[in-house]
T-cell receptor, first 117, second 110 residues
C-alpha cells in the first residue's frame, strides 16, 4: 500500500517552454502532497506543500509564478514549470501523506528528471 | 539553517559488517524520525521510523537507536550487503514539515 506515482519519469524540454509533472497517490487519498527538488548528490529541498482544494504553500525562495501547483483531487497534484530555463533542470520528487495532523508519514514518488535544453 | 545534521557524508563497509549513520537535531518539537533509502534515479523509500517515546526500533537488519536527551538518533544496518549500497537520509518531522539530513552515501564492498 501507500504507492505514489509520477509522470513522466523523464522529460526534456526546450528553454522557454512549460512542462507539467503529475503526482498520483494510487491506493490512498492524500490530504497533503509535497513537492521537492533534488540536485545531484544533494538532499531533498522542499519547494511547496499542497492541500486538496486550496492554494499551495511555497517555501521561501521558490517562485510560485514559475512553479505552479494544482491539487485538484485527493489523489492528484500537478507541478507545472513555466518558461523553463536550463537552471530548472533537476530531479523533482513528490510525496503524499496518508493523514493530516500529527507526525507525517510521507510516501515518495519515483521522481521526474527534468532537463531543459 | 540545517535542521537535521547527518554524518558521515559517505561510508564504505565490507559485506557482513555493520553500517552506522548518525543524525542530530535541535528542535525538541520534532516527534517523528524516519529514515529513507534512495537508489540513483529513484525517489526515497521509507525504510524505518521511530517516535520519541521509544529508544530503539528494529526491523530485520535495520535498527534505529534514539537518544532523546542528546537529541540524536542513528541507523544501524547489520550484516550489510552490496544491495544496501544507496544513499540514506534521516529526517525529522514536526507538525507540518519533514526536514531531511544531508544524506550518507553507503557503499558495501563484496
Amino acid at each position: 500500500g501507500a504507492v505514489v506515482s509520477q509522470h513522466p519519469s523523464r522529460v526534456i524540454c526546450k528553454s522557454g517552454t512549460s512542462v507539467k509533472i503529475e503526482c498520483r497517490s494510487l491506493d490512498f487519498q492524500a490530504t497533503t502532497m509535497f513537492w521537492y527538488r533534488q540536485f545531484p548528490k544533494q538532499s531533498l529541498m522542499l519547494m511547496a506543500t499542497s492541500n486538496e482544494g486550496s492554494k499551495a504553500t511555497y517555501e521561501q525562495g521558490v517562485e510560485k509564478d514559475k512553479f505552479l501547483i494544482n491539487h485538484a483531487s485527493l489523489t492528484l497534484s500537478t507541478l507545472t514549470v513555466t518558461s523553463a530555463h536550463p537552471e530548472d533542470s533537476s530531479f523533482y520528487i513528490c510525496s503524499a501523506t496518508l493523514g493530516s495532523g500529527g507526525p507525517l508519514e510521507q510516501y515518495f514518488g519515483p521522481g521526474t528528471r527534468l532537463t531543459v535544453t | 539553517q540545517q535542521q537535521v545534521k547527518q554524518s558521515p557524508q559517505s561510508l564504505i563497509v565490507q559485506k557482513g559488517g555493520i553500517s552506522i549513520i548518525n543524525c542530530a537535531y535541535e528542535n525538541t518539537a520534532f516527534d517523528y524520525f524516519p529514515w529513507y533509502q534512495q537508489f540513483p534515479g529513484k525517489g526515497p523509500a521509507l525504510l524505518i521510523a521511530i517516535r520519541p517515546d521509544v529508544s530503539e526500533k528494529k526491523e530485520g537488519r535495520f535498527t534505529i537507536s534514539f537518544n532523546k536527551s542528546a537529541k540524536q538518533f542513528s541507523l544501524h544496518i547489520m550484516d550489510s550487503q552490496p544491495g544496501d549500497s544507496a544513499t540514506y537520509f534521516c529526517a525529522a518531522s514536526g507538525a507540518n514539515n519533514l526536514f531531511f539530513g544531508t544524506g550518507t552515501r553507503l557503499t558495501v564492498i563484496p
